[in-house]
């Protein structure tokens, strides 16, 4: 097996023309980055940063989330599966695992104000959440368009006492939002952090986002042992940046383990329909935001992408993970949006969990794989719960009572 680095090496994953990463930023942002760099090989190994977040990581975020053995999906799928449901932990899913980590870091950075975008919502939920625990001023960006499809995730970061930036520039997404978060933050880094949201951007975010992800796996360390017996066969994520996943693999990158990443194949193969990065062939090499990676293109712009999840509709993967599939360390497939559904009702049915639609894409793939293999240990991980969807999956599911209950809710407030 060849060598694989736990940290960006010179900033990048992997070697040559072949290396994923690096730090292309305007001159504007320089000193900014330069500050993170800093405070991430400073303050963030430091014993007692590393203690403060370990109280907030059990008292606050409620960790460590427990590795559930999914007993009866199992006899059905003659696999032994076993689930890590981060949907336990605070704001619902893993995304505070890196926003409490940030947020705190930019309070010991002595930093008065926090930035963030979000596309879904789940990131800037996080963000906001983590801000009203730690006394900071927060700023959310988010594209106008996400803002009116994720109502329930702007009004709950507004409840936590953030203020929502509308973006009106572009697609009014997630990349403009990210667009506008930057150029805010190269003429506010004084005061101001800005809170990246998954293992992606320039050096050192996906060094930092994957080392506070990492909680994850080194969670799973204790639990196999005490759990299963012996390692388990394989482990599968679902990947949209890919936070999730790498947090969840980082530990065990040195062992045998077969690791598979779950991208959203959403309801076909032409550009436009789904957020196939590593396995599409209209995905290829690019510096964008910050990193080199691989992202769905078309005409050297961002493709638009489709996922009947919100959170894994990125056209872009984290450098390490793109660097991972490269040296064919992490396999990839990807589950389209029909299978999606179909795995959140069976272990909704079969185990009592409904996990977030993100995570389900991960379901659908051990679903997929247990067609053809048994009797092997798998660990799945379900990067959230499901509660945040429903907007989206009760229109699929029970469309009609789903729209009675619409109308009920608009008759109500209309009499008031
Ligand atoms: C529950 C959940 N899982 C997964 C993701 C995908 O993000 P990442 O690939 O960074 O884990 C998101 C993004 O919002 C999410 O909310």
């Known amino acids: 097996m060849q060598k694989i680095f736990q940290k960006s090496k010179n900033r990048f994953f992997g070697q040559g023309e072949e290396a994923y990463g690096g730090q292309y930023i305007p001159e504007i942002l320089r000193p900014a980055l330069k500050e993170v760099e800093k405070a991430y090989k400073e303050i963030f190994p430091s014993q007692?940063?590393?203690?403060?977040?370990?109280?907030?990581?059990?008292?606050?975020?409620?960790?460590?989330?427990?590795?559930?053995?999914?007993?009866?999906?199992?006899k059905i799928l003659n696999n032994e599966i076993y689930l890590k449901f981060e949907g336990l932990a605070n704001t619902g899913a893993h995304k505070i695992n890196n926003a409490i980590g940030q947020v705190l870091l930019a309070k010991k950075m002595g930093k008065k104000k926090i930035i963030a975008e979000t596309g879904a919502g789940q990131h800037g939920l996080a963000t906001a959440c983590a801000c009203a625990k730690l006394e900071m001023e927060c700023e959310i960006f988010m594209?106008?368009?996400?803002?009116?499809?994720?109502?329930?995730?702007?009004?709950?970061?507004?409840?936590?006492?953030?203020?929502?930036?509308?973006?009106?520039?572009?697609?009014?997404?997630?990349?403009?939002a990210v667009n506008e978060a930057l150029r805010v933050w190269s003429a506010e880094s004084k005061d101001t952090f800005y809170v990246l949201g998954s293992a992606l951007g320039p050096y050192p975010y996906p060094d930092l986002v994957r080392d506070l992800q990492s909680i994850i796996s080194k969670e799973l360390q204790i639990q196999i042992k005490s759990q299963l017996?012996?390692?388990?066969?394989?482990?599968?994520?679902?990947?949209?940046?890919?936070?999730?996943?790498?947090?969840?693999?980082?530990?065990?990158?040195?062992?045998?383990?077969?690791?598979?990443?779950?991208?959203?194949?959403?309801?076909?193969?032409?550009?436009?329909?789904?957020?196939?990065?590593?396995?599409?062939?209209?995905?290829?090499?690019?510096?964008?935001?910050?990193?080199?990676?691989?992202?769905?293109?078309?005409?050297?712009?961002?493709?638009?992408?489709?996922?009947?999840?919100?959170?894994?509709?990125?056209a872009g993967i984290g450098?390490?993970?793109?660097?991972?599939?490269?040296?064919?360390?992490?396999?990839?497939?990807?589950?389209?949006?029909?299978?999606?559904?179909?795995?959140?009702?069976?272990?909704?049915?079969?185990?009592?969990?409904?996990?977030?639609?993100?995570?389900?894409?991960?379901?659908?793939?051990?679903?997929?794989?247990?067609?053809?293999?048994?009797?092997?240990?798998?660990?799945?991980?379900?990067?959230?719960?499901?509660?945040?969807?429903?907007?989206?999956?009760?229109k699929h599911i029970a469309p009609?009572?789903?729209?009675?209950?619409?109308?009920s809710e608009i008759a109500q407030i209309k009499g008031k």
């Open 48 to 74: 007692a940063f590393q203690n403060e977040l370990k109280e907030l990581q059990e008292h606050f975020i409620s960790r460590p989330t427990p590795l559930i053995y999914a007993k009866n999906a199992s």
């Open 143 to 176: 594209g106008s368009i996400d803002m009116a499809r994720q109502k329930p995730n702007v009004f709950n970061m507004e409840l936590f006492g953030a203020k929502v930036r509308s973006v009106e520039s572009g697609s009014k997404t997630l990349k403009d």
């Open 229 to 314: 017996d012996g390692l388990p066969d394989i482990m599968i994520a679902c990947v949209g940046g890919g936070s999730n996943a790498i947090g969840f693999f980082n530990e065990f990158l040195q062992s045998n383990i077969k690791m598979i990443a779950v991208e959203a194949g959403g309801i076909g193969d032409e550009l436009g329909e789904h957020a196939k990065r590593i396995k599409s062939k209209n995905a290829t090499k690019a510096i964008a935001q910050g990193y080199k990676s691989i992202f769905l293109q078309k005409n050297a712009q961002i493709a638009k992408t489709h996922s009947i999840s919100a959170g894994l509709d990125y």
């Open 319 to 394: 450098p390490q993970l793109a660097h991972l599939a490269q040296i064919g360390r992490i396999e990839f497939m990807s589950a389209r949006d029909s299978e999606v559904l179909e795995a959140l009702k069976f272990f909704a049915k079969t185990e009592g969990i409904i996990a977030a639609l993100e995570s389900c894409h991960a379901l659908a793939g051990v679903i997929a794989i247990s067609k053809n293999i048994q009797n092997k240990k798998i660990i799945v991980n379900v990067s959230g719960r499901g509660d945040k969807d429903i907007f989206i999956t009760a």
């Open 400 to 407: 009609h009572a789903w729209l009675d209950f619409l109308k």
